[in-house]
């Protein structure tokens, strides 16, 4: 089985993604979502949580075998990102939202010198908005960042469209389409669910493209 499909299986028997058309969640944007995912289930499982730092780690060591520093996005991707970091024996930083409003004011949290190569861990991909503020915040620092490498995207051309904008690479252990697949197979969701599923993905998109537009 590929990685993608492992992983989404994975998430699928912790309940870290759940399925549900009948009451769909809701997202901090507000949108409507029969998918709700959130990776920190992981860190709950010892045997997952290993298994997506293996992942992340034989990831980066094969295309990012430069990477001198390891960021993770805060919240969701700051434990998966220090243990990551710790696996490959590289220093690690975490990027806040946005600075503190006390203290030092940090918006980077550890030690990061300028010019240092990064490679940058995040938890789930939408719109990938908040993962791009992150990629800025640590090249206004002087890093270089070479990739972010995350558990789950939606897939959204919207998305990938902005990550090709910024100049960042972005390569993901799992996505959509073997989420779908891992979720009939497994009895998660039924055949006739697929459809109502691409429906909402495909009018996902659309609203995503419209608020671009708009920003």
Same mark, same amino acid.
């Given at each position: 089985?590929?990685?993608?499909?492992?992983?989404?299986?994975?998430?699928?028997?912790? +309940? /870290?993604?759940?399925?549900?058309?009948?009451? @769909?969640?809701?997202?901090?944007?507000?949108?409507?979502?029969?998918?709700?995912? &959130? +990776?920190?289930?992981?860190?709950?499982?010892?045997?997952?949580?290993?298994?997506?730092?293996?992942?992340?780690?034989?990831?980066?060591?094969?295309?990012?075998?430069?990477?001198?520093?390891?960021?993770?996005?805060?919240?969701?991707?700051?434990?998966?990102?220090?243990?990551?970091? &710790?696996?490959?024996?590289?220093?690690?930083?975490?990027?806040?939202?946005?600075?503190?409003?006390?203290?030092?004011? +940090?918006?980077?949290?550890?030690?990061?010198? @300028?010019?240092?190569?990064?490679?940058?861990?995040? &938890?789930?991909?939408?719109?990938?908005?908040?993962?791009?503020?992150?990629?800025?915040?640590?090249?206004?620092?002087?890093?270089?960042?070479?990739?972010?490498?995350?558990?789950?995207?939606?897939?959204?051309?919207?998305?990938?469209?902005?990550?090709?904008?910024?100049?960042?690479?972005?390569?993901?252990?799992?996505?959509?389409? /073997?989420?779908?697949?891992?979720?009939?197979?497994?009895?998660?969701?039924?055949?006739?669910?697929?459809?109502?599923?691409?429906?909402?993905?495909?009018?996902?998109?659309?609203?995503? +493209?419209?608020?671009? /537009?708009?920003?």
């Amino acid at each position: 089985m590929e990685t993608a499909q492992q992983v989404a299986q994975r998430l699928l028997q912790i +309940n /870290a993604i759940k399925l549900s058309l009948a009451q @769909p969640f809701t997202w901090a944007s507000g949108w409507q979502s029969p998918i709700y995912c &959130d +990776n920190r289930r992981a860190l709950a499982y010892p045997a997952v949580r290993s298994q997506l730092c293996s992942a992340f780690a034989a990831l980066i060591r094969a295309k990012y075998s430069d990477a001198e520093v390891i960021a993770g996005v805060a919240t969701g991707a700051i434990a998966h990102g220090a243990l990551v970091a &710790d696996r490959l024996g590289l220093p690690f930083v975490y990027v806040r939202a946005k600075a503190k409003e006390h203290g030092l004011q +940090n918006r980077i949290e550890g030690e990061l010198a @300028p010019g240092r190569r990064v490679v940058v861990v995040e &938890d789930l991909i939408s719109t990938g908005g908040s993962s791009l503020s992150a990629v800025a915040a640590l090249r206004e620092a002087g890093a270089e960042v070479l990739g972010m490498v995350a558990i789950f995207s939606y897939g959204f051309a919207a998305a990938q469209k902005s990550f090709e904008q910024a100049g960042c690479a972005l390569t993901t252990l799992s996505g959509y389409a /073997a989420l779908i697949e891992q979720a009939v197979a497994l009895g998660y969701v039924q055949p006739s669910d697929v459809a109502p599923l691409q429906r909402w993905r495909a009018a996902t998109e659309q609203h995503f +493209n419209e608020q671009l /537009a708009k920003s």
